[in-house]
């Protein structure tokens, strides 16, 4: 027989993803070593490709959940053609899973503005040096980048490149996952959100 404490009910889920979600990410920053908001984003490119890598979470409301690029890296690429994503957390402390996918917007230039200021200056030189995605020469010239970067913006006022700004994704669905006894694992699936009358919220079998 499985843990009934340990099983995720629809009771616990409640009826709000967002509130279900604020209270994994608060356990897993109490719980995970290294980066709790890591996910994996999943793009496809032009060629109908899947590509997949991990970005970090900066914010997250009832509009959806917030991360920032290069919008001329190949996740900004990917994102701005398709404007369609999705993300998987994986918390491997809580055995725990949240799959998410949707439509993309870019964030508001004030969001972008007051977020690039709040990252510590060395971050906002390299944004303004890299050519996300691009090659280069040698780790040297990277560098020799930012070291120009760095002369040209002296002080702590470095502004936000026009490349650079945020995607917000606009959950169509949203997954919860818990690991199981005997792989009996929950699946709380919630579909619609916003603009649909709320959301629907189902039980899906491991």
């Known amino acids: 027989m499985t843990n009934e404490s340990l099983t995720l009910g ?40 899947p590509d997949v890598r991990m970005v970090l979470l900066k914010g997250f409301d009832a509009r959806g959940f917030v991360f920032y690029t290069n919008f001329e890296s190949a996740k900004g690429k990917e994102i701005l053609a398709s404007r369609k994503a999705a993300m998987c957390f994986h918390w491997k402390t809580l055995r725990r ?5 949707g439509p993309v917007e870019v ?31 040698s780790r040297k010239a990277l560098i020799d980048a930012v070291d120009e970067v760095d002369r040209q913006h002296p002080g702590d006022t470095v502004p936000r490149p026009p490349r650079w700004s945020g995607f917000r994704i606009r959950p169509a669905e949203i997954e919860f996952w818990q690991d199981g006894e005997f792989r009996l694992h929950d699946r709380i699936q919630y579909k619609g959100g916003e603009g649909t009358g709320g959301w629907e919220r189902t039980r899906l079998s491991p």
């Open 10 to 49: 629809e009771t616990l889920a409640g009826e709000d993803p967002f509130g279900l979600f604020a209270d994994w990410l608060r356990a897993a920053e109490a719980s995970e070593i290294n980066d709790p908001g890591a996910v994996a984003l999943a793009t496809v490119d032009d060629a109908g490709l």
């Open 97 to 101: 899973q949240v799959r998410v996918r």
């Open 107 to 137: 964030v508001s230039d004030a969001e972008a503005d007051a977020y690039f200021a709040s990252r510590p200056r060395g971050s906002r030189l390299g944004a303004w040096a890299s050519r996300q995605s691009q090659p280069i020469a």
